[in-house]
């Protein structure tokens, strides 16, 4: 369909890819989710163990896919005002000089590491010797993707001449032009976080990485116009050829515009793959040194995070190896497995009868060296899943915590109100753990869809349907609804987070270390 035959367009297009599911949605100008089409993201590849990658015209087919479900619900193509596209971060893609993929996308999960790089000038290395920061720049060598190509398949790597993200890729098929958002530029690349920009020529990370400044999308800002869907795209998706594709935002950000945590003292907690706390400040701050702060879906603007890896998808790993007895219930019954484990949940006290866990999967930056992993203590013979279900909620609650207290000391902002988003945010008993740990008051939509909802917010201002896109966080977030802290449990979780969560780690760090030089 030519643009210029759609009637008035009432609803802007967000395109959101997480790491379980990808998914269409359609909102009105109220901020009202019209149409949503729900696929999973379940055909990753573990070549290797620790590796994860994804076939990526897999992706676009996925995309397509999502876009023809909402017409098969009767939603009008004509009807869409402009399309934002908003992505997991930290996954690759290397494209041939004709955008073809030179092979699967590596998916932020990945493990894979090299060996530091090495090239670094004398000058750096004496500078971050001095400032005792040598390890972080090393493990940001073992850890960038484009490092492992240099050194496993460097023939591959000479023939890429587009290294994007996840969410360059797609808007490059929308759009057929190179171009991505500044919003989503969070991964191993040479990007300068407080500039939002790609580094200047002379900066140190050129040196760490094996990219090449040519091999990157030319950056917008977040809300401007990245191109037009061309008519290949148009013929995929169902969408109106000339349709403008608008800059997001990665899809963290997007949740923290979605939820509305745009004032230093609303926090945002994400209750997704990777759980996180994350504010939105106007000046560019490091909560932990040297990790930088975030672009914001907010120009200009700066998201101060704190990650828990592997957050809430710990839930669907819970489910697949001890849950196949709440797997059964919820098929028999007819409800989700989740509403069976919130029964669980329910069945338990606070503090899971001692059950302590901490949720450091994996080395965290600030926390733990490269020893980390995570911990469960306390175990008894009456203890049931039902308790280490608990203890899995409130190590990764107690987690979050901690974040928000790096982050009040950091920024010297006191945060009093949570916003809650992600899967977990459906459960009322997630809800009321996350006000009791932290001490504050939670408050969830109706529509847990906040990463859609804020590219659809930059959408809408972009379209001029707000004057700016706090304008439109402001009018589409929507009413909350609130739970609030109860007194007596919280008292007995601050006596648990001080007297065992906090101190725990630095109890086995030694045991830990011994594990790590024995593997």
Known sequence: MNRSLASKPSLILAIDFGTQSARALAYKQSGECLAKHQLPIDQYQHPEPGWTEHDVEGFWTLLASSCQGLWVQGVDPSEIAAVVV????????????????????????????????????????????????????????????????????????????????????????????????????????????????????????????????????????????????????????????????????????????????????????????????????????????????????????????????????????????????????????????????????????PGAEGLVLQPFWNPVLGETGPEGRGSIIGFKDFHTRAHVYRALIEGLAFALRSGKERIERRTKTPISCIRLSGGGAQSDQVAQIVADVLNLPVERFDDCEASGRGAAMVGAAAVGWYSSIAAAGEAMAGETHRTTPNPDVTERYQALYKGQYRPLYGKLKSLFERQLTVQ
């Open 86 to 349: 908003t992505t997991q971060r930290a996954t690759v893609i290397n494209l041939d000089e004709r955008g073809r993929p030179l092979r699967p996308a590596i998916i932020w999960t990945d493990q894979r590491r090299s060996p530091p790089r090495g090239r670094l000038p004398w000058m750096w290395r004496v500078l971050f010797a001095l400032l005792r920061i040598r390890s972080i720049v090393e493990n940001l060598e073992a850890e960038a993707e484009a490092n492992w190509l240099e050194r496993h398949q460097p023939e591959l790597l000479a023939k890429t001449a587009h290294f994007l993200l996840l969410s360059g890729y797609l808007n490059y098929r929308l759009t057929g032009e190179f171009k991505d958002s500044a919003g989503s530029q969070v991964g191993y690349v040479p990007f300068d976080f407080k500039k939002q920009d790609w580094c200047a020529d002379s900066d140190w990370k050129w040196h760490s990485m094996a990219i090449k400044r040519y091999m990157l999308p030319a950056l917008t800002t977040v809300g401007e116009p990245l191109g037009a869907i061309t008519a290949d795209a148009a013929e995929a998706t169902g969408l109106p050829e000339g349709l403008p594709v608008i800059a997001g935002a990665a899809d963290k950000a997007c949740e923290v515009l979605g939820v509305g945590a745009l004032e230093a003292g609303v926090a945002s907690v994400s209750c997704g793959t990777t759980a996180t706390i994350n504010t939105t400040r106007s000046h560019y701050v490091e909560v932990v040194p040297f990790m930088p702060a975030y672009p914001a879906a907010l120009p200009e603007h700066f998201n101060t995070e704190i990650q828990v890896f592997r957050g809430f998808w710990m839930v669907s790993w819970f489910l697949e190896q001890f849950g196949h007895a709440e797997q059964r219930y919820s098929l028999e019954r007819g409800v989700s497995a989740e509403t069976v484990l919130d029964e669980l949940l329910a069945q338990t006290e």
